[in-house]
C-alpha cells in the first residue's frame, strides 16, 4: 500500500508564494517521475510539472520561471515552489508519482489535493 499526502496549500495574494509538499509512504522500493497537476473549476486537470528519477523537470508553459519542482529522495518527498503567483494559479494541486513497490512493480498513484487560492 502506497500514499500520497500533499501539503502546504492555503491563501495567498497575487505575487506572493507558497511552496507546496507531497509525501510518499508505503512498501515503495523506489519512486520514479513525480509529478504535480491541477485542476481549477469547471476545468480538466492538466499537468503542471514533472521531475524524474534523475532529477530532470519538465513545466507548463505557463508557470515556467515561476515555479519550481524538486525531490528529496531519501524522505520520498516532492515540492513545488511557487512563486510570483497569479489568480489563474487557483486550482487544487494534486500530486501523482509513478512508484516501483516491493516486488519491483510500477504504479501510479494519486495524493487527495491540497487548495491554492489566489485572491487578493
Known amino acids: 500500500q502506497v500514499q500520497l499526502v500533499e501539503s502546504g496549500g492555503g491563501l495567498v495574494q497575487p505575487g506572493g508564494s507558497l511552496r507546496l509538499s507531497c509525501a510518499a509512504s508505503?512498501?515503495?522500493?523506489?519512486?520514479?517521475?513525480m509529478a504535480w497537476y491541477r485542476q481549477a473549476p469547471g476545468k480538466q486537470r492538466e499537468l503542471v510539472a514533472t521531475?524524474?528519477?534523475?532529477?530532470?523537470?519538465n513545466y507548463v508553459d505557463s508557470v515556467k520561471g515561476r515555479f519550481t519542482i524538486s525531490r528529496d529522495s531519501a524522505k520520498n518527498t516532492v515540492y513545488l515552489q511557487m512563486n510570483s503567483l497569479k489568480p489563474e494559479d487557483t486550482a487544487v494541486y494534486y500530486c501523482?508519482?509513478?512508484?516501483?513497490?516491493?516486488?519491483?512493480?510500477?504504479?501510479?498513484?494519486w495524493g487527495q489535493g491540497t487548495q491554492v487560492t489566489v485572491s487578493s
Open positions: 501523482n508519482a509513478d512508484i516501483v513497490i516491493i516486488g519491483l512493480r510500477l504504479s501510479n498513484y
Open positions: 508505503g512498501s515503495i522500493f523506489s519512486i520514479n517521475t
Open positions: 521531475i524524474t528519477g534523475r532529477g530532470s523537470t
